[in-house]
């Protein structure tokens, strides 16, 4: 199957800072990537969604201002938690689907987990 | 709206004996279904899917899923479960709008 890579696995950031966390499809073009935030022992939590060369589409309850999603290419989509707090710890998972990967199948990330002291 | 319902959040078999794990969806027209597989810290990982034709769907790791449109069901199952097959369980449906809509998942454990 396609392949997404996600970077980093995982990462500790001081309260205050951004941390920006990528989504990369390797061997085909993401039309459209996702990304989920995951709680300890929850389901998969959709944040928002974005199509190359367009803003993200967030979800409800979700700040747009906090949570920066770049998708400038059709193989890199990029998030970025700005001014971390000790609240926006979690595991965070993107997911893309695509040309060459077939529309209707989105493959997952490795996740990345972000904690915030 | 769309919905996946798992009902059991937490289930646990002996290595060896079988295994299914429930899923009900909420979806007007013929769902896309699918059932993915996370370990601790990991990524998902699709384990079969289903989008037409023969209702009785083969996936990798020995694992088969039945799409039942009266029951509204696509419950996964495995005849004989080994000690890796321990991790979450999540059973997805695309919208129509594409996006996944996940269950609440069902953690497997499996004892020895």
């Known amino acids: 199957g396609a392949v997404v890579s996600q970077h980093p696995s995982w990462v500790i950031c001081k309260s205050g800072t951004s941390v920006k966390i990528e989504c990369r499809s390797l061997d085909f073009q993401a039309t459209t990537m996702f990304w989920y935030r995951q709680f300890p022992k929850q389901s998969l939590m959709l944040m928002a969604t974005?199509?190359?060369?367009?803003?993200?589409?967030?979800e409800q309850g979700v700040e747009k201002d906090k949570f920066l999603i770049n998708h400038a290419s059709l193989t890199l989509s990029t998030l970025t938690v700005t001014s971390a707090h000790p609240e926006d710890s979690s595991f965070y998972i993107c997911s893309a689907t695509g040309q060459g990967a077939g529309n209707t199948e989105a493959f997952f990330g490795q996740g990345t987990r972000l904690t915030v002291v | 709206a769309q919905s996946v319902t798992q009902p059991d959040i937490h289930i646990t078999v002996s290595e060896g004996a079988s295994l299914e794990l429930r899923c009900n969806y909420s979806?007007?027209?013929?769902?896309?279904l699918f059932w993915y597989v996370q370990s601790p810290g990991q990524g998902l990982q699709l384990l079969l899917k289903y989008f037409s034709g023969d209702t009785l769907v083969q996936g990798i790791k020995g694992f088969e899923a039945e799409f039942k449109r009266s029951q509204s069901s696509f419950n996964l199952r495995k005849p004989s479960v080994h000690w890796s097959d321990a991790a979450e369980y999540f059973c997805?449906?695309?919208?129509?709008?594409?996006?996944?809509?996940f269950g609440q998942g069902t953690e497997l454990s499996v004892k020895p």
């Open positions: 974005s199509n190359e060369g367009s803003k993200a589409t967030y």
């Open positions: 979806y007007g027209a013929t769902p896309y």
């Open positions: 997805a449906v695309v919208n129509q709008g594409g996006k996944l809509i």
